[in-house]
């Protein structure tokens, strides 16, 4: 029951909305706003597969079930280096949004993520002039979606996930701290503190 995502190309853009594609266009889809789509599971697989960095790993309700069907990923290897280590950067460097010293509470243990913010409602010229409103300050219901996708570890990746929070607010706040629970008992119910 889940729908397909979107992706949104130029050809998208011209033969559904009938508009030429724009820069801005870029910007947006660069950083996962405009037209773009995804469901959390479809997330999830993004980060499952940024983290194996090789092939298009599907998600799958058995466990040990023969993962030999997923594809390579055309992606070049610098290319995807870069992007994992900017993943890990944002939760184990100062200053990420995700940054927190041993953030999983397991010693040595890195992990990869990045945090997003889903807009709920459209902001008006006239608000970005007076100031636009704290989520805080907003009815539940037009309050932001808080949400985080992530792996780890982030050197030998075991587990990805994607946590969404409707109204939750930004990516760093309860989505991530929801990420971090749940990743750190995985991996503790995993054994993954033995293997240190």
């Not at 997330?43 to 069907?69: C, D, F, S």
């Not at 949400?147 to 780890?152: C, K, L």
């Amino acid at each position: 029951g889940e729908r397909a995502g979107l992706i949104p190309t130029t050809d998208w853009k011209r033969a559904v909305r009938g508009q030429r594609w724009q820069v801005g266009d870029t910007f947006n889809a660069g950083i996962g706003q405009g037209f773009v789509l995804a469901s959390p599971l479809q997330l999830a697989v993004m980060a499952a597969r940024i983290a194996n960095g090789k092939t298009a790993v599907r998600p799958t309700l058995i466990i040990g079930q023969n993962l030999e069907q997923s594809t390579p990923l055309d992606i070049d290897p610098q290319d995807m280096a870069f992007i994992q280590n900017a993943m890990r950067s944002v939760c184990e460097v100062p200053g990420g949004t995700a940054y927190k010293p041993n953030g999983l509470g397991i010693l040595g243990m890195e992990m990869a993520g990045k945090t997003g913010t889903g807009q709920v409602r459209g902001i008006s010229a006239a608000e970005r002039l007076s100031g636009v409103q704290k989520n805080k300050d907003l009815p539940w219901k037009l309050r932001d979606h808080s949400i985080f996708v992530g792996y780890a570890p982030y050197n030998n990746p075991r587990f990805a996930a994607a946590v969404l929070v409707e109204h939750g607010g930004s990516g760093a706040g309860i989505a991530l701290k929801i990420f971090r629970a749940t990743m750190s008992k995985a991996l503790k119910d995993d054994g993954i503190e033995s293997a240190i």
